[in-house]
């Protein structure tokens, strides 16, 4: 079973820039596409962004040229490099295949003060 541990968020002012990272252990996802998802308060959990398994990415239009996924095969592990924070951006950052599995790791809040 695959696990998966999220790092880098933190608390950054409005329009400043955090990188996160996503390990995962158990089992090489180089075969996965994979997706970073995000949690608000008091709202659901949705897909932030998408790469499979060649290095295609999709966003959604919210990060649309703000955010940018990546993916180190050697590694492991998927980035999220994200830009121009807004507050719109706080919530629990979650790293997962895509489709998700139902096995989720702890995430790492991004909290954006304005």
């Known amino acids: 079973q695959v696990q998966l541990v999220e790092s880098g968020g933190g608390l950054v002012q409005a329009g400043g820039s955090l990188r996160l990272s996503c390990a995962a252990s158990?089992?090489?996802?180089?075969?996965?596409?994979m997706g970073w998802f995000r949690q608000a308060p008091g709202k659901q959990r949705e897909l932030v962004a998408s790469i499979s398994s060649r290095g295609r990415t999709i966003y959604t239009d919210p990060v649309k040229g703000r955010f940018t996924i990546s993916r180190d095969n050697a590694k492991n592990t998927i980035y999220l490099q994200m830009s121009s924070l807004k507050p719109d951006d706080t919530a629990v950052y979650y790293c997962?295949?895509?489709?998700?599995?139902?096995?989720w790791g702890q995430g790492t809040p991004v909290i954006v003060s304005s």
């Open positions: 158990g089992r090489s996802f180089s075969s996965y596409a």
């Open positions: 997962n295949s895509h489709p998700p599995s139902p096995s």
